[in-house]
């Protein structure tokens, strides 16, 4: 691990202060800094008492818990440890009998443009159905399910059926190879796989089904008794009989409600997934009632979603924002949400302002990386450009995934926010469950690039190697001092990793997430990058993004990303992947954009952070939800062979741009 430092000046230093709106800090249900300071003294007096009245509040018990949490296992936390419920019961059956039941649940568009809508009552049918076909099959609590399947209102039926019958899913994002699909179904020993013939992407047809039938067939995968495949496309699929069922048929005759199985609060809700610095993926694995409190909770909090909004998050479901903020949070708190099948570039880069116009969404959610490439598009295609859309009904806007940086920042406020959108800057992780980090519509200045202050009950510090917290404006690891219901509980079948990656024992029993940042004499947190992604050049120790945030600054600049490189001299010397928003640069003016933008940096943060090396491409490799892969491309800077799996890349051709040294 490195730390990071501020002995550079940073760019991430911003004057700019913009305070919250009248109108959304009159009716927010966390109206005003006073509404937040109490809540944050209430969380720090007495968590428990905290933890325990929001959980009888906002959850929907069978047995209800008498202990909120339980430290004996430090650090396997247990929460509320003593109750029981149903997660699905408490997304769909609570609110039957109430105005909600037939609100609109989900306004999903397709691909190529058709809109289908359910309400609660209609979804809570059609999970049932979906949970008494599965029960019919013999599956139960406990059971494992692997889900490989589309942004669909599929893929929320088939996570809530499991969870409604107490069994564990593990999502695998369609963009995965048969390869990880094959690791993750022998590592969780799923008995059912979930999936698709085939996925509508941009106007493509991509086949789901054979990655499945690929990786069952590699072997170890005895568990597996059932591949259920909903027809999306009616694509050619191969048929293993016995094992292959229709979700339609599964569906067949299996009308009327299906009782949800209480399950403690403690038992796994789900396993997700992720990369850690090194090795194979690590299995995420989440608890039912925490998890779903906090779900519940950051959508009325942060989101601030009230009986009458519009919500959209453009995630996908393979991915932890897309479980949180898609099929659990919004959910148990009753909100119309948009969900979305396609590509923000299809038909054209205007897709989501469309979408946002046509159905009115009032509160939208999305990645700094989408919002970059918009900008690109905006650029360069002004028939796309938000401006030319009616964005009125937006009222809040987020942005999560990585650090946002300032110019995109102020580009969304301005052109997408029409500068009376707060902008929530939501930093969180796999691991934390929901939102721990980020402003409050109705209460939090905003700085551009900073995601500001932790929600009420999350104690986040910043701290030196040892532990100790360090003084505002050093940088430092991001760690949270206290559990929180929503936390990570341990990683599936490998408790000593779970213990060795985020609760190392010179943290003094502090959650360690992993991330570089800096606090601001105001207590504003700033994101500095993952840790291992902290350079340390000459002694200086500069975080990539702002060095990336620097080079976006510049005008000809789309987008970059800066990696390390072991240099001889310097220790790290700091190599630039940029994107132009001009077509790519060759030889002599190559070297002359090259130059400049070495000379930009140098004047923005200083000398030191010059790049050494600065590779042009058409485009970053990114992964299909649009991660920036810089494992990759730390070895197309060091000038060595990929040996990672590049199945789940976007565009492969642009590694071999990359290579070429101006
Ligand atoms: C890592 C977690 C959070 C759900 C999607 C990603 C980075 C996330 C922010 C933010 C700066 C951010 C961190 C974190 N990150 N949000 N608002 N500002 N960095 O989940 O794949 O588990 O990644 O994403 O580095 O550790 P994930």
């Not at 959508?299 to 009986?307: L, R």
């Not at 532990?467 to 206290?482: A, E, H, N, P, Q």
């Not at 005008?555 to 001299?569: C, F, I, M, Q, Y």
Request: proline content about 6%.
């Amino acid at each position: 691990m490195r730390m990071a430092s501020t002995d550079i000046k940073s760019v991430l230093v911003e004057n700019r202060v913009f305070p919250p709106f009248a109108d959304i800090e009159k009716n927010a249900t966390i109206s005003g800094m006073q509404a937040y300071d109490d809540l944050v003294k209430e969380a720090q007096q007495d968590p428990n008492e905290f933890w325990g009245r929001l959980a009888k509040e906002h959850l929907n018990w069978t047995t209800p818990f008498t202990q909120v949490l339980d430290e004996s296992e430090a650090p396997f936390y247990k929460w509320f440890s003593d109750g029981e419920l149903n997660v699905s019961a408490n997304c769909l059956d609570r609110h039957l009998g109430t105005p909600t039941e037939n609100k609109t649940a989900i306004i999903f568009e397709t691909d190529d443009g058709k809109v289908l809508r359910v309400t609660y009552r209609e979804l809570y049918d059609r999970v049932c159905e979906f949970a008494n076909g599965l029960k019919a099959l013999g599956y139960k609590k406990g059971d494992r399910a692997i889900i490989y399947l589309p942004m669909s209102i599929e893929a929320v039926v088939a996570m809530q059926a499991c969870v409604r019958l107490g069994m564990i899913h593990s999502v695998v994002f369609g963009g995965f190879s048969s390869k990880s699909i094959h690791e993750r179904l022998v590592d969780v020993g799923a008995s059912l796989v979930i999936t698709a013939d085939e996925q509508m992407r941009g106007g493509k047809t991509i086949a789901l089904k054979p990655a499945v039938d690929e990786a069952i067939a590699t072997g170890g995968c005895q568990a597996v008794r059932h591949v259920v495949v909903y027809r999306r496309t009616g694509g050619n699929v191969q048929w293993h009989e016995g094992r292959d069922l229709w979700m339609h048929d599964v569906c067949q005759g299996q009308a009327g409600p299906c009782e949800p199985v209480p399950v403690n609060a403690e038992h796994p809700l789900f396993i997700l997934y992720t990369s850690g610095s090194t090795g194979k993926p690590k299995g995420v694995q989440h608890a039912s009632a925490g998890y779903l409190l906090w779900a519940s909770l950051t959508v009325k909090w942060a989101f601030d979603a009230k009986e009458s909004d519009v919500y959209w998050c453009t995630a996908d479901v393979g991915w932890i924002t897309g479980h949180t903020y898609i099929v659990y949070g919004p959910l148990a708190a009753g909100v119309t949400q948009v969900m979305f099948e396609g590509v923000p570039t299809y038909p054209n880069a205007g897709r989501f302002w469309e979408m946002i116009q046509r159905h009115e969404v009032s509160i939208f959610y999305t990645a700094p990386t989408a919002i970059r490439s918009l900008i690109k598009a905006a650029e360069a295609q002004p028939e796309c450009h938000p401006r030319k859309y009616d964005l009125n009904s937006l009222r809040i806007i987020g942005s999560v995934g990585e650090p946002i940086n300032p110019e995109a920042w102020m580009w969304y406020f301005k052109e997408v926010g029409r500068e009376r959108c707060p902008i929530l800057d939501t930093w969180w992780q796999t691991e934390t469950g929901g939102h721990m980090i980020t402003p409050l519509p109705g209460v939090t200045p905003l700085k551009p690039g900073s995601c500001t202050l932790p929600l009420p009950g999350i104690e986040m510090a910043i701290v030196d190697e040892t532990g100790t917290d360090v003084k505002s404006g050093t940088g430092g690891f991001l760690v949270v001092k206290r559990p929180w219901p929503a936390m990570i509980r341990t990683i599936w079948g490998d408790p000593e990793r779970f213990k060795k990656n985020y609760f190392p024992p010179e943290m003094k029993g502090y959650y360690l997430a992993g991330d570089g940042a800096q606090r601001d004499t105001d207590g504003y947190f700033w994101i500095m990058g993952r840790v291992d992604d902290v350079l340390n050049v000459s002694g200086h120790r500069l975080g990539t993004m702002e060095i990336e945030s620097a080079l976006v600054s510049h005008s000809l600049v789309a987008e970059a990303a800066v990696v390390g490189r072991p240099d001889d001299t310097t220790g790290e010397a700091i190599v630039a992947f940029v994107v132009l928003k001009r077509s790519l640069p060759e030889g002599d003016e190559a070297a002359k954009i090259a130059k400049e933008l070495r000379d930009w940096v140098a004047k923005e943060i200083g000398p030191i952070a010059k790049p050494k090396d600065i590779r042009f491409g058409e485009n970053l490799p990114k992964t299909r939800s649009g991660k920036i892969m810089r494992r990759l491309l730390r070895n197309v800077a060091r000038g060595e062979e990929i040996t990672q799996d590049v199945s789940t890349l976007e565009n492969p051709t642009i590694l071999d741009q990359l290579s070429q040294s101006v």
